[in-house]
Nanobody, 130 residues
Framework: QLQLVESGGDSVQAGGSLRLSCAVSGYTKSYRRGWYCMGWFRQAPGEEREGVAALNTGDGSTVYADSVKGRFTISQDSTKDTLFLEMNSQKPEDTAMYYC???????????????????WGQGTQVTVSS
């Protein structure tokens, strides 16, 4: 089964940038065939976990939360071994634990429905100060 390990979290000033990485291992044939959706989610203290951005590894379609559109970019390297989240123009409200997640996603399309993702990493902390 897939194993996900996040890295890149840090403390930054508002307006700054960070790039998160998610290393993927434990591949299955389904994963190599591009039948997975990969996403970034975040959870602030006292808040529910929310979707930030997701990508379909097969057709390349992406989806972003309204709060991050135009500021964050999700991508994957050519080997599909690593998922990235480029975060620019960061705001204090971006402060949260960020998680990488995956789910089987045959047939195209992508979503940010937290409950549909069944593989999760341990998270990496991002703190944005004003």
């Amino acid at each position: 089964q897939l194993q996900l390990v996040e890295s890149g979290g840090d403390s930054v000033q508002a307006g700054g940038s960070l790039r998160l990485s998610c290393a993927v291992s434990g591949y299955t044939k389904s994963y190599r065939r591009g039948w997975y959706c990969m996403g970034w989610f975040r959870q602030a203290p006292g808040e529910e976990r929310e979707g930030v951005a997701a990508l379909n590894t097969g057709d390349g379609s992406t989806v972003y939360a309204d709060s991050v559109k135009g500021r964050f970019t999700i991508s994957q390297d050519s080997t599909k071994d690593t998922l990235f989240l480029e975060m620019n123009s960061q705001k204090p409200e971006d402060t949260a634990m960020y998680y990488c997640a995956a789910r089987l996603c045959i047939g195209g399309g992508v979503d940010l429905n937290t409950g549909r993702y069944n593989y999760w990493g341990q998270g990496t902390q991002v703190t944005v100060s004003s």
